[in-house]
């Protein structure tokens, strides 16, 4: 008896707890992949607002000048890094001289000067040799280029 009836309520008693566990347990493993499939959805969410972003910036050819962090579930564009330095603004297009009939141009000036430079290495010139040198160069079809057009 008595003992039989003892072992028989802590048997009862076991089970009733080892039920009580199952269920706990049962609840605990739901709510843990309930938590799990929410995680795993924002995280989808946040890999489709990324690729958004990358999908825009290909098709508008666009480079992408700040550092995207996709750091678990949450999506930011961290605007204080950049990706690559910004491009240097374009540089105005050289000047173009026009040329007039009574100026010489910066080309002009710079063929005289080499000229002279050949036929003055010392950088001076007698004002007769200066003379013959220019009536030359007018007269020949290379110096044409040196002389503004009339």
Not at 19 to 46: A, F, P, R
Not at 139 to 150: A, H, I, L, T, Y
Request: net charge neutral; glycine share 4%.
């Amino acid at each position: 008896g008595i003992v039989k009836s003892r072992l028989l309520l802590i048997k009862t008693k076991a089970l009733e707890c080892v039920n009580k566990l199952k269920d706990h347990v049962t609840i605990m493993y739901q709510e843990m992949e309930q938590w799990i499939g929410d995680y795993y959805q924002l995280e989808i969410e946040s890999v489709n607002q990324l690729s958004v972003v990358l999908r825009c910036a290909v098709e508008e050819e666009n480079k992408i000048p700040y550092k995207l962090i996709l750091p678990g579930v949450n999506f930011k564009i961290q605007q204080s890094v950049l990706t690559y330095p910004p491009s240097p603004p374009k540089s105005p297009p050289p000047p173009h001289e026009l040329a007039h009939h009574i100026q010489f141009t910066s080309l002009q000036l710079l063929g005289l000067y080499h000229h002279l430079s050949l036929v003055a290495p010392n950088k001076h010139i007698m004002t007769i040799s200066f003379i013959n040198f220019i009536h030359t160069l007018s007269c020949k079809s290379f110096g044409e280029s040196m002389f503004p057009s009339s």
